[in-house]
């Protein structure tokens, strides 16, 4: 049984979270493995009406679960940052969750703006550190508003922090096969600092020989990534660039639309989502594109050991974007909800079944309606309560997953 905490969030959040799940009970219905969801109410909304963005008890709960399902965080009516640096950066650091992993994948070369770039020439993958860098929160501002205003944002990096997501690196280029090359991409030419980096990468690497190493400066990586993406295997670069790069490389792909992520502490509860922000001006309208929700499904179910299942959903992904039904991956060209059946479908076409086994049609295992334990749903119909305090029962580290 895995326990899954539901982040719907705001903006298009629910929406797409919803899509989400729907896949979810349909891989589940084909696959035969049970799960339980519990909806966590934070947000912007629970925000406003209780003063409460994130509060400790909220973190202490997600240790329970073995994973999360994250939609949109951020909200025009609430400060910038502020919900995002409580939700998204509480958990990410409060759960360690040290990979940021972002697949770069494109599976139709219509949804690609380069010339004459095929599926076969972007086939990527970026492991971005997720709990350093300028994002560790060091720094702040003196003097606001004057005309002797300072900021100041520390970049921090450890040895320790930059070692495990290195090696987390080589064992998924040495997993993923192929070309076999890891990139790393820093700035130690300006950025001194950023030798740490240079130097584990290249100690590291010492009990990877059947890996390439490469070395990029991240200026050098975007334009690469558009001259010639097809150079790229795994990159593995700091928390900033990481966050900068994987947008360029959404683009290439498709945009926003398609790009999913996962922050993963192997072994551990870790968290999926979509890369996109919340769109405010798209909430609550249907025209929300849902697959990137839908990939970050497909991401969570391999983290779950339910590698089968991961693969149909990539297959009905790409079954979908490369049959010509998709034209294009924007927002309002097919409504949210049309959307994920449209995944379902394709899910429930290639196990060779044509519907759901769930009783007269009706889908089971709704996210519950407020957080905490025994407020669960089951595609299965178990019971929804769930015992015992502290952390989830621990989960074997597997090697790290390619979500292929």
């Not at 049970?34 to 109410?41: E, F, G, H, L, N």
């Not at 097919?334 to 429930?348: H, K, N, S, Y």
């Amino acid at each position: 049984m895995h326990d899954i905490a539901v982040l719907a969030g705001d903006g298009i959040g629910p929406e797409v979270v919803r899509e989400g799940l729907k896949v979810l009970e349909a891989a589940a219905d084909i696959h035969g493995f049970r799960y339980r969801t519990v909806a966590m109410p934070h947000g912007a909304d629970h925000y406003l009406a209780t003063g409460e963005a994130f509060p400790d008890t909220a973190l202490r709960e997600a240790h329970d679960f073995d994973a999360i399902l994250l939609g949109a965080i951020g909200d025009p009516r609430v400060e910038t940052g502020l919900l995002e640096r409580a939700i998204i950066a509480g958990l990410r650091f409060g759960l360690d969750l040290y990979v940021n992993l972002r697949p770069v994948r494109l599976y139709d070369a219509r949804f690609c703006p380069l010339k004459d770039r095929t599926p076969e020439d972007l086939d990527l993958i970026v492991v971005r550190e997720n709990t350093e860098d300028a994002y560790a929160g060091i720094g702040g501002i003196l003097k606001k508003g004057t005309p002797n205003e300072v900021a100041v944002q520390q970049m921090i990096y450890t040895r320790a922090g930059c070692e495990r997501v290195i090696r987390y690196a080589y064992e998924l280029c040495r997993k993923r096969g192929g070309k076999k090359r890891l990139t790393l991409v820093d700035k130690a030419n300006a950025v001194r600092a950023h030798d740490i980096w240079t130097r584990t990468f290249a100690e590291v690497g010492l009990e990877y020989e059947d890996i390439q190493q490469d070395h990029a400066y991240v200026d050098a990586a975007c334009m690469w990534m558009v001259k010639n993406p097809d150079w790229f295997d795994v990159i593995v670069t700091t928390n900033l660039f990481g966050d900068i790069i994987t947008d360029l490389g959404a683009q290439l792909v498709g945009g926003m639309g398609i790009a999913a992520s996962g922050n993963i502490h192997p072994g551990r509860v870790s968290m999926f989502e979509p890369i996109h922000g919340s769109a405010p001006k798209y909430a609550g309208k249907n025209s929300a594109n849902p697959l990137a929700t839908v990939c970050a499904v497909g991401m969570m179910l391999d983290h779950l050991g339910e590698e089968g299942a991961a693969r149909s959903v990539e297959d009905a992904v790409r079954s979908l974007l490369t049959s010509g039904r998709i034209v294009t991956l924007s927002a309002g060209a097919i409504p949210t909800d049309r959307m994920g059946d449209m995944v379902v479908e394709a899910l429930f076409k290639a196990s060779g079944r044509r519907t759901s086994s769930a009783a007269g049609g009706k889908r089971k295992g709704a996210v519950a309606k407020s957080a905490g334990k025994g407020k669960s749903g089951s595609p299965n119909g178990s019971p929804g309560k769930r015992g015992g305090a502290g952390r989830a029962r621990p989960r074997a580290a597997r090697a790290p997953a390619s979500p292929r």
